[in-house]
Nanobody
Framework: QVQLVESGGGLVQAGGSLRLSCAAS????????MGWYRQAPGKQRELVAS???????NYIDSVKGRFTISRDNAKKTVYLQMNSLKPEDTAVYYC????????WGQGTQVTVSS
């Protein structure tokens, strides 16, 4: 069964940067596209970025040019580099296989102060 452990969140001022990591186990990592998702208070969880097995990426419009998703297949890890953070990026961030499965990790809190 897939296990996902997110890390790297924190409190940052607007304009700052964070790098999130997600370590996966229990799957053959190279078989799957991966995604970063987020859930802000009072809102539904949404897909933020995805990366295919071959490294092709896709982003929602609100993070294009600011966020970069990447993966290290040897380490079974997917990353999300977040630059120029805005208060509206505040959320719990999760990774998961893309399309998502029911196996969610604990997430990592990102809080951006204005």
């Amino acid at each position: 069964q897939v296990q996902l452990v997110e890390s790297g969140g924190g409190l940052v001022q607007a304009g700052g940067s964070l790098r999130l990591s997600c370590a996966a186990s229990g799957i053959i990592f190279t078989f799957y596209a991966m995604g970063w998702y987020r859930q802000a208070p009072g809102k539904q969880r949404e897909l933020v970025a995805s990366i295919t097995r071959s490294g092709n990426t896709n982003y929602i419009d609100s993070v294009k040019g600011r966020f970069t998703i990447s993966r290290d297949n040897a380490k079974k890890t997917v990353y999300l580099q977040m630059n120029s953070l805005k208060p509206e990026d505040t959320a719990v961030y999760y990774c998961n296989i893309f399309p998502e499965t029911p196996s969610w990790g604990q997430g990592t809190q990102v809080t951006v102060s204005s």
